[in-house]
């Protein structure tokens, strides 16, 4: 059983294109990160939730808008892709208050825009 | 900016011995350490973790040292093994709910 489960695991897609990421963790915790690997392999913060409101929102383009409906659900919504946002997407959860312990990752979304 | 910072990209070394991952970090407030693994088209997951109050953490084949006046910590791995061969991030947080900051990642090679 999938801890934290991303949707599509690779995506192809033109400039211009609107697309999304789904990710759902099904472990109860209260906080839900996105984290983006370039090509450098630098893992950056993108946005957290915690309890569906937004408590990270790094330095992203505007194109980029994260949706959590409920806790254990964190989407991510990319209008007009550019070349630049090819990457891999890494959704990640984490139990803040019940003391420390690591994120649980997905295991990614490759996004290739040509 | 970069505050977590690996400066070997990838390391090598033969089955049985020791490995030995490097990692330095320059903000002062972070007070929590963690390692995490990672193979090819699969996400990280947790290694080992270590409070800024601890100098050493220990679990199984995998220790964790941090000097905090070095602003610099380290894993161990005794010994290694083939299925050690993975890409290591070290990351670090200020405290519960920030973010981690993660270094670029150490590619580790145990050859048999």
């Known amino acids: 059983d999938t801890a934290v489960s991303q949707t599509p695991k690779y995506l192809v897609t033109q400039m211009g294109n609107d697309k999304s990421i789904k990710c759902e963790q099904n472990l109860g915790h209260d906080t839900m990160y996105w984290y983006k690997q370039d090509s450098k392999k630098f893992l950056k913060i993108m946005f957290s939730?915690?309890?569906?409101?937004?408590?990270i929102n790094e330095t992203v383009p505007n194109r980029f808008s994260p949706k959590s409906p409920d806790k254990a659900h964190l989407n991510l919504h990319i209008n007009s892709l550019e070349l630049g946002d090819s990457a891999v997407y890494f959704c990640?959860?984490?139990?803040?208050?019940?003391?420390?312990?690591?994120?649980?990752f997905g295991s990614g979304t490759r996004l290739t825009v040509v | 900016d970069q505050q977590v910072k690996q400066n070997s990209p990838s390391l090598s070394v033969q089955e049985g011995r020791i490995s030995i991952l490097n990692c330095d970090y320059t903000?002062?407030?972070?007070?929590?350490f963690l390692w995490y693994k990672k193979y090819p088209a699969e996400g990280p997951t947790f290694l080992i973790s270590i409070s800024s109050i601890k100098d050493k953490n220990e679990d199984g084949r995998f220790t964790v040292f941090l000097n905090k006046s070095a602003k610099h910590l380290s894993l161990h791995i005794v010994p290694s093994q083939p299925g050690d061969s993975a890409v290591y991030f070290c990351?670090?947080?200020?405290?519960?709910?920030?973010?981690?900051?993660f270094g670029k990642g150490t590619s580790l090679l145990v050859t048999p």
């Open positions: 990351a670090a947080s200020r405290n519960s709910g920030y973010a981690l900051n």
């Open positions: 939730y915690n309890n569906k409101e937004l408590i």
């Open positions: 990640a959860s984490s139990q803040v208050n019940r003391g420390r312990g690591g994120y649980t």
């Open positions: 903000n002062s407030m972070f007070d929590y």
